[in-house]
């Protein structure tokens, strides 16, 4: 099994630009979760889809950050203008059915720097 | 659980000691599960441990174990025989509404050869 599969592992960018966030949750998952993490604020959930249907964003923080899941195997966050506070390690993960206690199991994550 | 607190940024011990992490948190909610997630070096999290509200019996894999107390609101990790792949952050964290995962602040563990 591949696990959650995250592109690009690193990116580095510079202010203004626009940035894409990749993600491939474990086949068969039917929910994906975009997390930031950083050292101020710790670990964050931005967004889940269930189904590919977006359920919370109350977690993105502006409307520079969007998300889309246009199938059950991707899954794209982005980030347009970028701005140098977010720069972070941004985790995308997959659980299966749904259901409150399922174990979520996170990418190897997305560590963004915007200069 | 909506908030979910670390109180111990760092700990350090030496190999095959015993050492215990703590978790305390808050919920309104009569059912929830509480995690301890694992973040070694290479920045990956991995889920080290679960424990259901309702259940009683403390849950235990391996090396790890919890001790949950529910009126108190606390959820400490156990990890005994400490192996130097334990080193890493350890985040507890507790599911808030059906799905949301609400982290702790890490504590940073060291154990020493």
């Known amino acids: 099994d591949a696990g959650v599969i995250q592109s690009p592992r690193h990116e580095v960018t510079e202010m203004g630009q626009e940035v894409t966030l990749r993600c491939k949750p474990i086949s068969g998952h039917n929910s994906l979760f975009w997390y930031r993490q950083t050292m101020m604020r710790g670990l964050e959930l931005l967004i889940y889809f269930n189904n590919n249907v977006p359920i919370d964003d109350s977690g993105m923080p502006e409307d520079r950050f969007s998300a889309k899941m246009p199938n059950a195997s991707f899954s794209t966050l982005k980030i347009q203008p970028s701005e140098p506070r977010d720069s972070a390690v941004y985790f995308c993960?997959?659980?299966?059915?749904?259901?409150?206690?399922?174990?979520?199991?996170f990418g190897p994550g997305t560590r963004l720097t915007v200069l | 659980a909506q908030t979910v607190t670390q109180s111990q940024p760092e700990m350090s011990v030496q190999e095959a000691e015993t050492v215990t992490l703590s978790c305390t948190y808050d919920?309104?909610?009569?059912?929830?599960?509480l995690f301890w997630y694992k973040q070694p070096p290479s920045r990956q999290m991995i889920l080290v441990i679960r424990q259901e509200a309702y259940k009683q019996q403390n849950a235990t894999e391996n090396r790890f174990s919890v001790n949950f107390q529910k009126a108190a609101k606390s959820f400490s990790l156990k990890i005994s025989d400490s192996q130097l792949g334990d080193t890493a952050m350890y985040f507890c964290?507790?599911?808030?509404?059906?799905?949301?995962?609400?982290f702790g602040q890490g504590t940073r563990l060291t154990i020493n050869p």
């Open positions: 919920t309104s909610e009569n059912n929830y599960y």
């Open positions: 993960a997959s659980s299966s059915q749904g259901l409150a206690g399922n174990e979520q199991f």
């Open positions: 964290a507790g599911i808030q509404g059906a799905q949301k995962l609400v």
